[in-house]
């Protein structure tokens, strides 16, 4: 029979060996868990580093510190303390603490080169979060529990802008080596090691829920929750790797934070079952904002735009949806701010020589001017008929202009209906004007009184070119 440092060992062997060359970080506390995972490290011979966060909340906190304090220098294992200022005013205690610290080892890892932070949740761990999931009526990801890798648990994307050479970078990850090993086993190495630790007393305090948990949880319910997690990641596994080809990938693109906005094909999403379906588009949500809508209200607004007329709209929470054609459109409200900002009126410089051309970025597309010696292309204007310096502008409701060849004047909201613009892309859709009023909508009508009359005048020509990852199926 294998003794218990040897199981602790061969499964921190055995995650790590799967990170190729992870460099940790450990959060430490002086508990028994962390304490037995940081020796097992250098068991290992594995390289890494110690973070202690001090909350000063307890009376002993300064001797939890101590002793991670002497064993890290008697190891040689650097260490770093953060010792906090304040408590919360109000709201949880525990859910605080957690921001705080795992914000503190972030920030940690990121100034001293680590790609992840470990930390010793175990299987009673994972026991405890299943059944408080269960009591909150938590869906299947939820019922899954904790991940032995994975993002860390803050409200921030996996995935951020790189600051050098574009692309994206991953933030650090987090790592529970021990979390499919039993706390009994746990005590047991360090009883094996003479680990020295110490014992939080407010893991007894009855007034937090996961104490209460713990205090009442028989070993056969304990094995019964551990069961639930693991059919439960079985059936996202097997849900994720059933998904059309653009759902999932819009899906990995919102779980790594890389799509603020998405574009879900109306067929695919039709073709998931009813619990498939309600699965996704609420891990989708989790994906966009780190703030989510309540889950049946999110489930419900979602397939009531599937079934409405293309123009519909469904606001839940910070998450806004619009059925198109064959698709809906879901984003969040910082999205929708950054378009507004990116559809800001702009005054265009006009090119003047001829061949000479000028691009303009706003909102869906890029406007592109250039000074022709003859009419070529899909839209030209008369340059003579320009009356002051263009501008683009987003379109505004009651916007009238007389296109090129129609009977009269007409509403530019009809007239993008009439050219199937989709209605996602209708909101921030331009109009070019000057002085006297609209010169033309870029990529489909000039305005009559631009008519060109003589071929042989240079013509101005207006090029618009549609963003190709506005509201992409994937990034």
């Known amino acids: ?159 951020e802008p790189a600051a050098v050479g574009g692309g994206y970078r991953r933030r650090p990850r987090l790592l529970r080596p021990l979390l499919r090993i039993d706390r009994s086993t746990i005590v047991a190495t360090a009883a094996a090691w003479k680990v020295p630790f110490r014992t939080d007393s407010s893991n007894a305090d009855m007034r937090f829920a996961r104490a209460a948990v713990r205090h009442d949880m028989t070993a056969h319910q304990k094995d019964e929750l551990l069961e639930t997690a693991r059919l439960a990641r079985a059936q996202v596994e097997r849900w994720t790797h059933a998904l059309p080809p653009t759902l999932r990938a819009v899906l990995d693109c919102a779980d790594k934070g890389m799509a603020p906005a998405c574009q879900l094909p109306l067929l695919e999403l039709q073709s998931l079952s009813a619990d498939h379906r309600a699965w996704y588009v609420l891990r989708l949500a989790a994906g966009l904002d780190p703030a989510p809508p309540r889950r049946k209200s999110w489930v419900h607004a979602v397939q009531t735009l599937m079934d409405s007329a293309p123009g519909a709209r469904l606001s839940a929470g910070t998450l806004e949806g619009i059925r198109d054609r064959d698709a809906l459109v879901i984003y969040s409200e910082a999205f929708a701010r950054h378009m507004d900002a990116m559809t800001l009126p702009v005054e265009l410089y006009t090119p003047r020589a001829v061949g000479e051309s000028v691009d303009t970025a706003f909102g869906t597309g890029t406007c592109r001017l250039t000074y022709l010696s003859r009419a070529a292309g899909t839209l030209w204007l008369d340059p003579d008929s320009v009356r002051g310096p263009l501008r683009l502008r987003r379109w505004q409701p009651g916007d009238r202009f007389v296109p090129l060849g129609g009977p009269g004047h007409t509403k530019v909201k009809e007239f993008l209906v009439d050219c199937s613009v989709e209605p996602s892309r209708k909101p921030y859709y331009p109009v070019l004007e000057d002085d006297v009023g609209i010169v033309c909508i870029p990529g489909h009508r000039a305005a009559e009184r631009f008519r060109v009359t003589d071929p042989s005048k240079p013509v101005l020509g207006v090029e618009w070119e549609p963003d190709s990852v506005y509201f992409p199926p994937a990034l």
């Not at 304490?35 to 009376?59: I, K, Q």
């Not at 304040?86 to 795992?102: E, F, I």
């Open 1 to 159: 029979m294998r003794s218990a440092p040897d199981l602790i060992v061969d499964a921190i062997r055995t995650l790590l060996r799967d990170q190729s060359g992870v460099s940790l970080l450990l959060g430490c506390s002086g508990g028994v868990d962390s304490m037995v995972l940081a020796r097992a490290l250098v068991e290992l011979d594995w390289p890494f580093e110690m973070a202690h966060v001090n909350y000063g909340l307890r009376s002993d906190a300064g001797a939890d510190q101590a002793l991670v304090e002497a064993w890290s220098a008697r190891c040689g294992v650097p260490l770093h303390v953060f010792r906090v200022d304040g408590s919360p005013a109000k709201g949880s205690l525990q859910a605080w603490a957690r921001d705080v610290r795992y914000r503190y080892f972030e920030d940690l890892a990121r100034r001293r080169g680590l790609s992840a932070v470990a930390v010793a949740h175990h299987a009673d761990d994972q026991a405890e979060t299943v059944a408080l999931a269960r009591a909150r009526g938590g869906g299947l990801d939820g019922l899954s529990g904790m991940a032995q890798v994975g993002p860390l648990p803050l409200p921030r994307p996996e995935w």
